[in-house]
């Protein structure tokens, strides 16, 4: 019995330090101007792509789709790496065309590795509230190579405390355990 417990015990703190799997993808945080101007920066993360990451695309929504919401004044504010990277901003054109946010790179983005600080601004005239976008990743012949949906960056919160109070409650339990009874 006490080697079962200690046996899950131990698979339970293993599985807590197992690091999270994550595909390629692209984060934003979102940021209000005020007098509805916005702005995105974005982060595009290459997690496994041996031939790196040399392109990227980030489309804005259709002005039909959001029912007369308008997205206008599209420009590329910041682009981390202007000396490897060109940014090109092609804005929407009626009625059934959102705008686009294409980086094309000269040198990749290595796989393991991150690269932030692309940036666009826009005025936004509609109600719908702003967030996820669609993108499209492509290797260096403009294959495709993942689609998906921008995700909000978050910041990661370490949480030592809880480790801590998950080792003590192990070593209190196996102090139990060796504890003398009457």
């Not at 595909?23 to 997690?47: E, F, H, M, Q, R």
């Not at 040198?107 to 005025?123: C, E, R, Y």
């Not at 809880?162 to 192990?170: A, D, H, K, N, R």
Request: charged share 10%.
């Amino acid at each position: 019995m006490k080697k079962t417990t200690l046996f899950i015990l131990l698979f339970i703190v293993l599985l807590g330090l197992a690091p999270a799997v994550k595909a390629d993808g692209i984060t934003y945080s979102l940021a209000d101007l005020g007098g509805g101007n916005w702005s995105y920066t974005y982060t595009i993360t290459n997690t496994d792509e041996p031939s790196g990451l040399y392109v990227f695309d980030i489309y804005f929504p259709s002005v039909s789709s959001l029912g007369n919401n308008n997205y206008s004044n599209i420009t590329a504010t910041a682009n981390p790496d202007a000396t490897n990277w060109i940014t090109t901003v092609f804005p929407p054109s009626e009625p059934d065309l959102g705008g686009v946010y294409d980086a094309e790179a000269s040198i990749p983005i290595a796989p393991g590795d991150s690269l932030g600080g692309f940036g666009v601004s826009f005025s936004y005239s509609g109600t719908a509230p702003l967030g996820a976008q669609e993108f499209e990743i492509y290797d260096p012949n403009f294959n495709l190579l993942e689609t998906g949906t921008t995700t909000l960056s978050t910041t990661p919160t370490p949480e030592p405390s809880t480790l801590i109070f998950l080792v003590s409650g192990l070593l209190g339990f196996l102090g139990l355990g060796r504890w003398p009874r009457k």
